[in-house]
């Protein structure tokens, strides 16, 4: 590029300047050679007069200006104004004209209406009487520093340039209103940096902040930011090449812009960000950053923004969940101190929010629950976030256990009800628990709650709206179990000294045949444990003990669970 410029400028050369006098000075600029007239230089440029002047050479006849800003293509239109030759000052070109007038010391000092006053007088009437304009010049004033900073031209452009976008942001003057944030996308992130600064100390709202940090965002890191659907960016690579590690800065250069208020940015905008930032490897401090401003407005999330930070791009790969239990942890510990601060127990009751998160959280539980790679240890990290009062029911996550042990059908009955430990069966819809008690993946104890809830509702007549609480539920189920223990054990011990008795009548009636049957020692004690029956009175099913026992009372039929 600049060789071509060099060549067009040197063709130029011979087309422009005049011919009829002979050259006496070759300027080398880079690689262009420019044969021109010592004394019309001089006229104009100070600076080429005192090296003429200062040169050890008798007659100096080549000049290195190889140095001078915008390279050949500006030193030819400063040699054009030397000879009165007209040429185009222009948006695009007057940041490098002024910078090169700087250079060759083409003052008004040393000659009167010079270059340095002419570009001026463009730069100050022209581009920066518009945002557009002053961000063309700052734009090309990446390739003229510092000299462009030292000649106030950086700063000139970027107060003009943040004062036009604060009034675009309040009256937009053309549609769509944001139009001014895509301009910005130009420049360099240093620039925008300077934008955002001053538009920060001129009193801009913190969403007209972010509004520009969005847009330039997604310009700048189109690939990484935009695309968010994990459908396939499979040539991304998260190694430390050059541009990863330019991405990686110009993050973390974002991040640190961002204004202080943690809700001023769309929750998916910064979940988005965040998975870039894990993708790119982004130090901690980048990352922890957004995960807070995530935490603060997480119960505006949906699951699709959890995922995004689950999946890598290709939508194949799981990222790591700490981030996602940060977030929760984070939103957790905010909703208790706002409880507390308002005098409320965060243990009894949760706020709309918190519950809302619940489910937020029990719904992406269940998408990430098919990943066989996920550890019972991280699935119930996950669950055991979110406080238990904050679930009015548990059926989604019920749907999530399910989910999980379907993708991991070879876990034991102990790794099952510790997935299941998560869950409370007592708190499942109705529909939930016809599904539980016939759900084989279930281990047995949670299939034998949900089946004792419903007999309890049948005994006692009383729907869901109308049965105790799930607490008092719970310690009535314990206790019922606890005597259901108790009842099996003593109807076992029965059982074995009925046969035990059996066993010894057959044993008399065989040796004593023909002779009257006298109570024995054993049926005396039948008779008196029968009246000692523990079942007289108890719930436990009896049916299959044997009607023939003598002195035995078949107690009252109470059945505690359902087959």
Same mark, same amino acid.
């Given at each position: 590029?600049?060789?071509?410029?060099?060549?067009?400028?040197?063709?130029?050369?011979?087309?422009?300047?005049?011919?009829?006098?002979?050259?006496?000075?070759?300027?080398?600029?880079?690689?262009?050679?420019?044969?021109?007239?010592?004394?019309?230089?001089?006229?104009?440029?100070?600076?080429?007069?005192?090296?003429?002047?200062?040169?050890?050479?008798?007659?100096?006849?080549?000049?290195?200006?190889?140095?001078?800003?915008?390279?050949?293509?500006?030193?030819?239109?400063?040699?054009?104004?030397?000879?009165?030759?007209?040429?185009?000052?222009?948006?695009?070109?007057?940041?490098?004209?002024?910078?090169?007038?700087?250079?060759?010391?083409?003052?008004?000092?040393?000659?009167?209406?010079?270059?340095?006053?002419?570009?001026?007088?463009?730069?100050?009437?022209?581009?920066?009487?518009?945002?557009?304009? +002053?961000?063309?010049?700052?734009?090309?004033?990446?390739?003229?520093?510092?000299?462009?900073?030292?000649?106030?031209?950086?700063?000139?452009?970027?107060?003009?340039?943040?004062?036009?976008?604060?009034?675009?942001?309040?009256?937009?003057?053309?549609?769509?209103?944001?139009?001014?944030?895509?301009?910005?996308?130009?420049?360099?992130?240093?620039?925008?940096?300077?934008?955002?600064?001053?538009?920060?100390?001129?009193?801009?709202?913190?969403?007209?902040?972010?509004?520009?940090?969005?847009?330039?965002?997604?310009?700048?890191?189109?690939?990484?930011?935009?695309?968010?659907?994990?459908?396939?960016?499979?040539?991304?690579?998260?190694?430390?090449?050059?541009?990863?590690?330019?991405?990686?800065?110009?993050?973390?250069?974002?991040?640190?812009?961002?204004?202080?208020?943690?809700?001023?940015?769309?929750?998916?905008?910064?979940?988005?960000?965040?998975?870039?930032?894990?993708?790119?490897?982004? +130090?901690?401090?980048?990352?922890?950053?957004?995960?807070?401003?995530?935490?603060?407005?997480?119960?505006?999330?949906?699951?699709?923004?959890?995922?995004?930070?689950?999946?890598?791009?290709?939508?194949?790969?799981?990222?790591?969940?700490?981030?996602?239990?940060?977030?929760?942890?984070?939103?957790?510990?905010?909703?208790?101190?706002?409880?507390?601060?308002?005098?409320?127990?965060?243990?009894?009751?949760?706020?709309?929010?918190?519950?809302?998160?619940?489910?937020?959280?029990?719904?992406?539980?269940?998408?990430?629950?098919?990943?066989?790679?996920?550890?019972?240890?991280?699935?119930?990290?996950?669950?055991?976030?979110?406080?238990?009062?904050?679930?009015?029911?548990?059926?989604?996550?019920?749907?999530?256990?399910?989910?999980?042990?379907?993708?991991?059908?070879?876990?034991?009955?102990?790794?099952?009800?510790?997935?299941?430990?998560?869950?409370?069966?007592?708190?499942?819809?109705?529909?939930?628990?016809?599904?539980?008690?016939?759900?084989?993946?279930?281990?047995?104890?949670?299939?034998?709650?949900?089946?004792?809830?419903?007999?309890?509702?049948?005994?006692?007549?009383?729907?869901?709206?109308?049965?105790?609480?799930?607490?008092?539920?719970?310690?009535?189920?314990?206790?019922?179990?606890?005597?259901?223990?108790?009842?099996?054990?003593?109807?076992?011990?029965?059982?074995?000294?009925?046969?035990?008795?059996?066993?010894?009548?057959?044993?008399?009636?065989?040796?004593?045949?023909?002779?009257?049957?006298?109570?024995?020692?054993?049926?005396?004690?039948?008779?008196?444990?029968?009246?000692?029956?523990?079942?007289?009175?108890?719930?436990?099913?009896?049916?299959?003990?044997?009607?023939?026992?003598?002195?035995?009372?078949?107690?009252?039929?109470?059945?505690?669970?359902?087959?």
């Amino acid at each position: 590029m600049d060789n071509s410029r060099a060549s067009l400028a040197m063709e130029r050369t011979g087309q422009v300047f005049p011919r009829e006098i002979p050259t006496d000075v070759i300027v080398e600029v880079g690689e262009a050679n420019f044969s021109l007239h010592k004394f019309m230089l001089i006229a104009k440029s100070n600076y080429i007069r005192k090296l003429i002047i200062e040169s050890k050479e008798a007659d100096l006849a080549r000049i290195n200006l190889s140095n001078i800003p915008g390279g050949p293509e500006i030193f030819e239109k400063a040699a054009r104004f030397c000879y009165g030759v007209n040429f185009d000052i222009t948006v695009l070109n007057v940041a490098a004209l002024r910078c090169a007038a700087e250079y060759l010391q083409m003052t008004d000092l040393y000659c009167e209406n010079n270059l340095c006053s002419r570009t001026e007088d463009f730069l100050s009437q022209v581009p920066l009487s518009s945002l557009s304009g +002053a961000l063309v010049v700052l734009k090309s004033c990446e390739d003229l520093l510092p000299m462009a900073e030292d000649l106030k031209i950086v700063q000139r452009c970027v107060d003009v340039a943040s004062a036009k976008a604060c009034v675009e942001a309040n009256f937009p003057s053309r549609s769509p209103p944001n139009w001014w944030t895509e301009e910005l996308t130009i420049l360099d992130v240093s620039f925008f940096e300077k934008i955002i600064t001053s538009m920060k100390s001129g009193g801009a709202k913190a969403l007209t902040i972010a509004s520009a940090i969005i847009t330039y965002a997604e310009r700048s890191l189109r690939d990484l930011v935009r695309d968010h659907s994990g459908n396939g960016i499979k040539s991304l690579d998260s190694g430390e090449s050059d541009i990863r590690i330019q991405q990686r800065d110009l993050l973390q250069s974002i991040v640190a812009l961002m204004p202080p208020e943690k809700a001023a940015f769309p929750i998916n905008f910064l979940c988005r960000l965040l998975r870039t930032g894990i993708f790119l490897r982004a +130090a901690n401090i980048c990352k922890n950053e957004l995960e807070k401003r995530i935490s603060v407005i997480l119960e505006h999330a949906t699951v699709d923004d959890l995922l995004v930070l689950s999946f890598s791009y290709d939508g194949e790969r799981q990222f790591d969940h700490e981030s996602i239990r940060r977030i929760i942890s984070g939103f957790v510990e905010k909703e208790k101190n706002v409880s507390v601060f308002n005098g409320g127990d965060f243990k009894e009751a949760s706020s709309t929010a918190m519950q809302r998160v619940a489910k937020t959280v029990d719904a992406y539980l269940g998408e990430i629950a098919t990943s066989v790679d996920l550890s019972i240890s991280k699935f119930n990290g996950i669950a055991n976030l979110v406080p238990k009062g904050a679930r009015k029911v548990d059926d989604d996550l019920y749907r999530a256990i399910d989910i999980y042990l379907k993708t991991h059908p070879n876990l034991d009955e102990i790794e099952r009800e510790n997935v299941c430990s998560v869950m409370d069966p007592l708190k499942l819809s109705y529909d939930a628990r016809v599904h539980a008690s016939q759900n084989k993946r279930l281990p047995v104890q949670i299939v034998l709650h949900a089946l004792y809830y419903d007999q309890l509702k049948v005994r006692s007549g009383t729907d869901d709206q109308t049965m105790p609480n799930a607490v008092t539920t719970r310690n009535q189920l314990q206790a019922d179990v606890s005597l259901m223990k108790e009842n099996e054990e003593l109807r076992t011990e029965l059982l074995k000294m009925k046969m035990n008795v059996k066993d010894l009548q057959k044993t008399q009636g065989t040796s004593s045949k023909g002779n009257v049957k006298k109570p024995t020692f054993f049926s005396s004690m039948t008779k008196t444990l029968g009246k000692l029956n523990p079942f007289k009175h108890g719930s436990k099913d009896t049916s299959n003990m044997d009607d023939g026992m003598p002195g035995l009372t078949k107690p009252r039929r109470r059945r505690f669970s359902i087959s």
